[in-house]
């Protein structure tokens, strides 16, 4: 599959996705241009035809992350829309914990330590800017409900480190869903959200 990718043209692609799965599979410390290399089934000399060095694949990996978070994000404040689901920050904390959780290595390496200060990339900050902006739209609508709108900076910040928090705690196996009597991570989110009244 990967080369018949690789003959397509799609080398970058497969290099992407084997990146990926490596990450995924053996986390970031196993992730390797010669194992990417390998897992594609391509010599180390063509990675660096798309990749100058293991910095760049991980921001640009990083930054697929990110995209990622934000579709996530944006599909279930659509749902909310749709009337199928609780609106507000809830929906935006739901898409954003569901993608942590089934995305625990990538999510990692979007905010964790990372080799040669990936996350302070250009680029890559313009990627994330995108999911927090989300968040920032809806906290300023209901700060400026409230008559505050200039603690919306502050409230945005707190927003985040919620359901950041929740993201990362559930990853690292802190707090359980079934333990707290709850279905599944996305009631729980709903719980989480609605009793800080931020929902």
């Known amino acids: 599959m990967r080369k018949k990718a690789y003959h397509h043209g799609n080398l970058r692609e497969a290099l992407l996705q084997s990146a990926?799965?490596?990450?995924?599979?053996?986390?970031?410390?196993?992730?390797?241009?010669?194992?990417?290399?390998?897992?594609?089934?391509?010599?180390?000399?063509?990675?660096?035809?798309?990749?100058?060095d293991k910095q760049e694949l991980l921001t640009r990996l990083a930054a697929r992350g990110f995209d990622e978070l934000a579709v996530e994000m944006e599909r279930e404040q659509a749902r909310a829309e749709r009337g199928e689901s609780a609106g507000?920050?809830?929906a935006l904390a739901r898409g954003y914990v569901a993608f942590a959780t089934?995305?625990?290595?990538?999510?990692?390496?979007?905010?964790?330590?990372?080799?040669?200060?990936?996350l302070a990339e250009p680029h890559?900050?313009?990627?994330?800017?995108?999911a927090y902006g989300l968040l920032e739209a809806d906290v300023a609508k209901r700060m400026e409900s409230l008559g505050m709108p200039e603690q919306t900076p502050v409230a945005t910040a707190g927003?985040?480190?919620?359901?950041?928090?929740?993201?990362?705690l559930l990853n690292d196996g802190r707090i359980s869903a079934k333990k707290l009597g709850l279905p599944d991570d996305a009631a729980l989110t709903?719980?989480?959200c609605g009793l800080?009244?931020?929902?």
């Open 190 to 192: 709903e719980q989480v």
């Open 102 to 118: 089934h995305n625990p290595a990538l999510f990692q390496l979007m905010f964790g330590p990372a080799p040669g200060e990936v």
């Open 88 to 90: 507000g920050l809830v």
């Open 159 to 168: 927003a985040w480190a919620l359901v950041h928090g929740l993201s990362s």
């Open 20 to 52: 990926r799965e490596t990450l995924a599979s053996d986390g970031i410390e196993a992730l390797s241009l010669r194992a990417v290399a390998k897992r594609t089934g391509v010599s180390a000399t063509a990675l660096y035809s798309h990749f100058k």
């Open 196 to 199: 800080l009244d931020i929902g």
């Open 124 to 130: 890559l900050q313009q990627a994330g800017a995108r």
